[in-house]
Structures are given as structure tokens and as C-alpha cells.
């Protein structure tokens, strides 16, 4: 053999050795995802069992439901914004500094460039607020458009907040599959 060919092997072995490592890790982070999604479908089951449960559940517990099905970034939620004057609607990151005198430069600098960052995490008082149909921002005035889960009721069909969460008592119903 060639001394080039004791290089290629040497080579060749080095590069199998970093796989099988790579393939370790790999398969160490599928599992812990296996593990969380077994953890998030148990959740979803033990919600869904209680939702049909013959007793109306809490408002936490649909809350719980709704983030467990749902899942997005934790530390940033999106917040809809409309301008009157251009037509022009969007979203943009829930963020504590907005529109502060002196520290939001948004007109000038994009969120995701700002440096007086101080974005809004997902919580379930916000989750809530969704579902309901508030604007965080003006708690007293109702949405017209909100984003969620919208079971197949004559309630829902009509438009408005969910109807699940905007009665305490209303008991979560199960979607019309036909």
C-alpha cells in the first residue's frame, strides 16, 4: 500500500469516528423530543378527557388545552397592528418598550433590530386575552378579528370571540367532523 492510501484510510476513519459522535447526538436529542411530545400529548389526552367530561371546564383548563395544542415561541407573541391612513395591517413582536418616549425607535429601527428589546413572553393571561377577544394593549376594546381555534357551532359560525372561554360556564364541544 501506498502511503497515500494509509492517509485516505486514516482519513476515512477519523471522518466515521466524528458520524458515529454525530449520530449520538443526534439520536440523544430525538429521544428527549420523543419524550416531550409524549409528555405534551398526555397533557392533551388527560385535557380532552376532562373537556368531555360531564362537568364544564375552567377557564384554565381550556387555556391549558389551547397552549398545549398550540405551541410557538415562549419568550415573543405577535401582536396585530393596523394603520388607518395606508390600508396596511401586520404583525410585529409584543414588546413592553413600544411607543416609549425615548426608547422605541420603531419608526427608524426594526424590532428584531432594536437594541431596547423588551419583548412581551407567552403566558396564559395572554393566551386568555386572545381567546376572549381583547386587545392587550386596550383591554376594554373587543377585536374584531382573533385568531384560534373555532369549533363547528352555530355560536362560532356567527363570528365574535370563542365561545369556550367567553362564557366561564360554556363546556368545551367537541368539532363536527362531517
Given at each position: 500500500m501506498a502511503a497515500d492510501d494509509h492517509a485516505e484510510i486514516a482519513s476515512l476513519?477519523?471522518?466515521?469516528?466524528?458520524?458515529?459522535?454525530?449520530?449520538?447526538?443526534l439520536l440523544a436529542s430525538l429521544e428527549q423530543?420523543?419524550?416531550r411530545n409524549n409528555v405534551e400529548a398526555k397533557l392533551?389526552?388527560?385535557a380532552l378527557n376532562a373537556a368531555s367530561a360531564a362537568?364544564?371546564?375552567?377557564?384554565?383548563?381550556?387555556?391549558?388545552l389551547f397552549r398545549s395544542l398550540f405551541r410557538g415561541r415562549d419568550n415573543v407573541f405577535p401582536q396585530r397592528w393596523e394603520n388607518s391612513n395606508s390600508g396596511k395591517s401586520g404583525y410585529s413582536p409584543a414588546?413592553?418598550?413600544?411607543?416609549?418616549?425615548?426608547?422605541?425607535?420603531?419608526?427608524?429601527?426594526?424590532?428584531?433590530?432594536?437594541?431596547?428589546?423588551?419583548?412581551?413572553p407567552v403566558a396564559d393571561d395572554i393566551a386568555r386575552s386572545h381567546l376572549q377577544g381583547r386587545d392587550l394593549a386596550?383591554?376594554?376594546?373587543?377585536?374584531?378579528?382573533?385568531?384560534?381555534?373555532?369549533?363547528?357551532?352555530?355560536?362560532?359560525?356567527?363570528?365574535?370571540?370563542?365561545?369556550?372561554?367567553?362564557?366561564?360556564?360554556?363546556?368545551?364541544?367537541?368539532?363536527?367532523?362531517?
Open positions: 476513519k477519523k471522518r466515521l469516528a466524528e458520524l458515529d459522535v454525530e449520530r449520538e447526538g423530543l420523543q419524550q392533551s389526552s388527560q362537568t364544564a371546564p375552567s377557564n384554565a383548563e381550556k387555556v391549558m414588546c413592553h418598550n413600544e411607543w416609549v418616549r425615548g426608547v422605541c425607535e420603531k419608526s427608524r429601527v426594526k424590532c428584531s433590530h432594536c437594541p431596547n428589546q423588551a419583548f412581551i386596550n383591554p376594554k376594546r373587543t377585536l374584531k378579528f382573533v385568531a384560534g381555534v373555532y369549533l363547528n357551532t352555530r355560536e362560532t359560525l356567527k363570528g365574535g370571540p370563542c365561545p369556550t372561554l367567553s362564557k366561564p360556564s360554556a363546556p368545551i364541544r367537541k368539532p363536527n367532523v362531517s
